[in-house]
């Protein structure tokens, strides 16, 4: 079955620095884009950033853009969102999603989350 | 850039139906997609494309997006589904959220 497993999450400081790590399997993971999507403290679900199958577009949230980047290891199924200049407005939790569609763009499978906590 | 409106709540008499809308400038040009999210846990996909339902969706859940306004119409409520709910579209390379509906099943 389809998995998605985040880690990486954790409590920094204002201006610090997070790689977040989502595990995939269940699927032929060079075949599909992924999202992640975060969703602060009581607050709705907010698109953050994508990338292509095979790595080779990113898209980003003009409120992440120029801090955040997302890559991809094909070889180990396996995707990175290295997170630099964190501001407490990035607390939440972030989750990573499978693109069902690429020409729709619908989230089909979402991982559990892991937690992103920005404080002094 | 691109915005999705939703209401905040809406209530349905439990056997009842629910109907949730989502608006956005010229929505129906644009295939709308819905997520379920009990507290505590991840979004489910509950309706792609406008008015498609995932394998394991019960029949209950549909959709539709005429022009106006999108819209999840859950028939026969159940305790069950009370959550939130999002739409969500793809629009110019960004994927947009609307800011959720919290259903109440009375």
């Known amino acids: 079955q389809v998995q998605l497993v985040e880690s990486g999450g954790g409590v920094v400081q204002p201006g610090g620095s997070l790689r977040l790590s989502c595990a995939a399997s269940?699927?032929?993971?060079?075949?599909?884009?992924i999202h992640w999507v975060r969703q602060a403290p009581g607050k709705g679900l907010e698109w953050v950033a994508y990338?292509?199958?095979?790595?080779?577009?990113?898209y980003y949230a003009d409120s992440v853009k120029g801090r955040f980047t997302f890559s991809r290891d094909n070889s180990k199924d396996t995707l990175f969102l290295q997170m630099n200049s964190l501001r407490s407005e990035d607390t939440a939790v972030y989750y990573c999603?499978?693109?069902?569609?690429?020409?729709?763009?619908?989230?089909?499978?979402w991982g559990r989350g892991t937690l992103v906590t920005v404080s002094s | 850039s691109y915005e999705l409106t939703q209401p905040l709540s809406v209530s349905v008499a439990l056997g009842q139906t629910a109907r949730i809308p989502c608006a956005g400038n010229?929505?129906?040009?644009?295939?709308v997609h819905w997520y379920q999210q009990r507290p505590g846990q991840a979004p489910v996909l509950v309706i792609y494309?406008?008015?498609n339902r995932p394998s394991g969706i019960p029949e209950r859940f549909s959709g539709s997006n005429p022009g106006n306004a999108a819209t999840l119409t859950i028939s026969r409520a159940q305790a069950g589904d009370e959550a939130d709910y999002y739409c969500?579209?793809?629009?110019?390379?960004?994927?947009?959220f609307g800011g959720g509906t919290k259903l109440t099943v009375l």
């Open positions: 999603a499978r693109e069902g569609n690429i020409l729709t763009g619908y989230l089909d499978f």
């Open positions: 269940g699927f032929n993971f060079n075949r599909f884009a």
């Open positions: 990338i292509s199958y095979d790595g080779s577009s990113e």
């Open positions: 010229n929505i129906g040009s644009k295939n």
């Open positions: 494309d406008d008015a």
């Open positions: 969500h579209v793809w629009d110019n390379s960004a994927w947009v």
